[in-house]
């Protein structure tokens, strides 16, 4: 006898349910820090291959947040997803970078932000003194 199989028939079982979630969750996380990685290669590409510490700093920061998030995902759900130790080392180890290049771009922005003030402060680019104002009305 031939019998029909019902909804619970197509419903995923339990391992297929976990893996479609951390499938979901990685994906979700991944693309989030792949954005984050686009957004410093575009300003690298406009900097002719260098990084502006001004615009990248933010971007840095960013960026370790996210792979830190990601890192944090892998570690606490390796064994429910079955993350191999390989992919949490590598994350970690990105991560790591990322952390040392944000803190060098964004010392480096705060240095040159520093230097624009004293400019600002001292009357103009190199120190030089402000031009003399011409009078305006009439003469």
């Known amino acids: 006898m031939l019998t029909l199989a019902g909804p619970a028939a197509l419903a995923p079982t339990p391992a297929e349910a976990q893996a479609a979630s951390c499938k979901d969750d990685i994906d979700k996380l991944a693309k989030r820090r792949l954005a984050a990685i686009a957004d410093i290669d575009h300003i690298a590409k406009a900097g002719k291959g260098k990084l ?14 996210l792979e830190g998030e990601l890192a944090n995902y892998f570690v606490k759900n390796k064994d429910w997803c079955e993350i191999p ?20 771009a964004c010392g480096l922005a705060a240095q040159a932000k520093k230097m624009q ?10 120190g ?4 003399p104002k011409l009078p305006t009305g009439p003469l």
Request: hydrophobic fraction near 40%.
């Open 128 to 131: 030089a003194p402000e031009a």
């Open 85 to 104: 130790d390989s992919a949490i080392e590598a994350i970690s180890s990105a991560h790591g970078k990322t952390i040392k290049v944000a803190g060098q």
């Open 52 to 65: 502006d510490p001004m615009a990248a700093c933010p971007k840095l920061r960013n960026l370790a947040v």
């Open 117 to 126: 003030q004293q400019q600002a402060a001292q009357g103009g680019p190199l």
